[in-house]
Every structure is written in C-alpha cells, then in structure tokens.
C-alpha cells in the first residue's frame, strides 16, 4: 500500500514515521510513504500558494493553480490513486472508512491551510472527504496522520497479531472491554477474578458485559444500535424457525 501525503509542510509527518509499528511496516516495504509540496507547483514568483478570498472576510485561501497542477501530475504517476480531502466541512471518518481504504492500492491525502481550500480543486480531485471529528485545526497534516494509522492497521501484516482487531471498539457496534497487564494485583488494586481463572466462555460474557457498561456511559448512542440490532436478530431468529 502506498500513502501519499500532498502537503506544504513534509516535516511535520515525516517524524511519525520513525519509530514502531508503522516504521517496521515500512522497513517489510508492506507501506510506502511519499509526499508532494504544492508549493513546488507554484507559478507564481515567490512561490505563493495562497490569495484572499473572492467573497472578502478574514484569512487566505490555498489557491486552485498549485494543487490543479500538483494533483494533475501525481494522477499522471498512478491513475488508480485515491485522493483524499481533510476538511471539518465533510462527513466523519469511520472505522468501516479505514477497512475499506485499506483495499486500496494508493491512497493520497490532501491537506489544507489558512482558511481551507479553494472548492474548485476538491470538487474536480476529490474522490472523498473526509473529517475526524466537530473542531477546528490549524492544518490537515494531523487528519491525514490519523486516518493513514487508521487504515494501515487494516493492512495485512502491518500488525503483529492481526486478531487484536477483531476485539477493538468499532469494529463492533460496543465500545472494547477494559483491557489489564501483569501483575493481577498492583497497589492492592486487583483485576476482575474472572479474567484470572481462564475459563474463556466466562470471560468473554464478563467482557460483553463490561463493553456494555462502557457504551453505557460513554458512547450511549452506540449501545443503543447495539440493543436495537440484537433484538432484530432475535426477531429474525424466531421468524425463521
């Protein structure tokens, strides 16, 4: 899988890449990082990427020549790519978004400055848009990492036990059970006694329990979908019989 990053600011992701499991994935060539400054496109004489807005007000806006000609020449490199925009304005990023971009074979995110980018480049480039959640950042370089560690996981062979993902939150529809290291006992505070004794099927109750609890106070919207497609499910159960 390729990622490439089309961004003014190459530093500020570069250094994500140096240390763990997405440096070692890098290492196996299973991922491959790139980048394009739009800068680098610039026809202007100083470089410049950015103007005032058409409609007035506040701030700059990247404007359309460099990232035309930028993204131009990186679909001129590999057709298949998938481009990507980071914008508040779009729908969130989910965890089915990260499995499914892992199917591709080249994903490039493009990021945004000053008061965000001129339409007209998303409206002819993009084949998503994406947010990663309701605020505002002062650039898409963190989006763009956040959604490439997302979709990498989903990778074959980028985790060293591809099972973990199976048990994560979002991957169903209850948040993850709590999750407890060595030793059993720390600070006389001491683990759930279920989790200790090793029979599985108990176990694996107590956690659905606990990711109940979890969805519960945290994510309620959540629980209730979970509620609501069990009890379809056991509609459908007897329906059948």
Do not use: W
């Amino acid at each position: 899988m390729r990622f490439t990053f089309v961004t003014l600011f190459q530093n500020i992701i570069e250094g994500y890449f140096n240390d763990s499991i997405l440096k070692r994935a890098i290492e196996k060539k299973i991922l491959e990082i790139s980048y394009i400054n739009p800068r680098d496109f610039s026809l202007n004489k100083h470089n410049k990427v950015d103007d005032k807005a058409v409609s007035g007000g506040a701030g700059m806006v990247m404007n359309p020549q460099p990232l035309f000609d930028c993204l131009d020449e990186l679909k001129k490199q590999d057709e298949d790519v998938h481009i990507v925009f980071l914008t508040p304005v779009a729908k969130q990023f989910k965890q089915r978004d990260a499995s499914r971009l892992a199917k591709k074979t080249h994903v490039a995110f493009v990021s945004g400055r000053y008061e965000g980018i001129d339409e007209r480049v998303i409206e002819t480039y993009a084949d998503e848009v994406f947010s990663i959640g309701d605020y505002i950042l002062t650039g898409g370089e963190l989006p763009s990492l956040v959604i490439c560690d997302a979709v990498s996981r989903n990778i074959d062979g980028v985790l060293g036990n591809s099972e973990s993902l199976e048990i994560e939150s979002f991957e169903t529809l209850l948040l993850e059970a709590p999750s407890f290291s060595k030793p059993a006992t720390y600070e006389n505070i001491q683990v759930p006694k279920e989790y200790i004794k090793g029979n599985h099927s108990k176990i694996r109750t107590l956690k659905i329990a606990l990711s109940k609890c979890k969805s519960k106070f945290f994510r309620p919207e959540q629980l209730l979908k979970h509620n609501c497609t069990s009890e379809m499910d056991f509609v459908s159960s007897k329906t059948k019989r």
